[in-house]
């Protein structure tokens, strides 16, 4: 039988060996493409125990099994509890110039089509609808598709309410013309005005499932610190796919961490973390 030093800890509420992470790393790199890492574990137990508390199962063991089984809601709920969502508004604030300077230089008489393919709570795509909004003279100019994996977190970002302490990064103009400040019980918080957040498409996309949704391709497409999730070969299927939907010429955004020398037949560096398609 499997153990470690991961294994049976003392004060911990159920048991958790190292078959249970590999079984959980098998079933997560099957359902989204997570290549998760041996050094997750405590994160991994911390977040997966909630869903045994909720499930009302007595082991890692009887909850996968059980997960196996079904095709249930359920696997949304698995997904959504081993995906990362860090993000913040205008992060990597260099992205917003180059999509601005982009959207100035280019004529889009037909309108600008973007996607953003990893959205979390929405700060993301709020701040490229800014962009948009400012270079191209008003919101009839663009549209923006806002996707991600985990149905929570997108559930929040079509909402567009934030804490206003959340909009730090967010300057005085901005904050009075895309946002309305909460009062009485509402205060501290802050609402996405309905003219911006209707521009903004918010749908569900798996990114390794071969089931995208979109018929138009993209001047533009963010994917962002989404590809550091995968191993190589994914990586490229993932790239091949954002290839086939975007308009020669177009740009890639990627994460600071992201690098992909390797599909040069794909993407050529334009920038810092900024490809064109080919």
Not at 6 to 32: C, P
Not at 93 to 112: A, M, N, P, R, V
Not at 141 to 147: I, M, Q, T, V
Request: proline residues 2%; hydrophobic residues 40%; glycine residues 8%.
């Amino acid at each position: 039988m499997a153990s470690s030093s991961t294994d049976d800890m003392q004060g911990r509420e159920f048991v958790w060996t190292n078959s249970d992470f590999e079984h959980v790393q098998k079933l997560i790199y099957q359902r989204a493409g997570i290549s998760l890492h041996d050094g997750k574990h405590a994160m991994v137990y911390s977040r997966l125990s909630r869903r045994l508390r909720e499930t009302g199962h007595q082991s890692f063991k009887d909850y996968l099994r059980w997960l196996e089984s079904t095709e249930g809601p359920e696997w949304q709920e698995f997904v959504n509890a081993l995906t990362t969502n860090l993000t913040s508004f205008f992060r990597e604030g260099h992205h917003f110039q180059i999509l601005s300077d982009y959207l100035k230089s280019e004529k889009f008489t037909g309108g600008c089509k973007i996607w953003c393919s990893a959205a979390s709570t929405g700060e993301e795509p709020y701040s490229i609808a800014m962009t948009a909004v400012e270079s191209l003279g008003g919101a009839k100019n663009f549209s923006l598709a806002a996707s991600d994996i985990d149905s929570k977190v997108l559930h929040a970002a079509a909402q567009g309410i934030y804490r206003v302490d959340a909009l730090k990064g967010i300057d005085q103009g901005r904050l009075q013309r895309f946002f309305l400040k909460g009062k009485a019980g509402n205060s501290g918080m802050a609402r996405v005005k309905p003219e911006l957040r209707e521009k903004i498409d918010f749908l569900m996309v798996n990114l390794i499932k071969n089931d995208w949704p979109f018929r138009d391709s993209f001047d533009v497409v963010f994917c962002r610190n989404v590809m550091i999730y995968f191993d190589a070969a994914t990586q490229r299927q993932v790239l091949e796919r954002i290839h086939n939907v975007m308009k020669p010429g177009g740009l890639l955004f990627v994460g600071h961490a992201e690098n992909f020398s390797d599909s040069r037949d794909l993407f050529a560096l334009k920038g810092k973390t900024v490809y064109e398609r080919v």
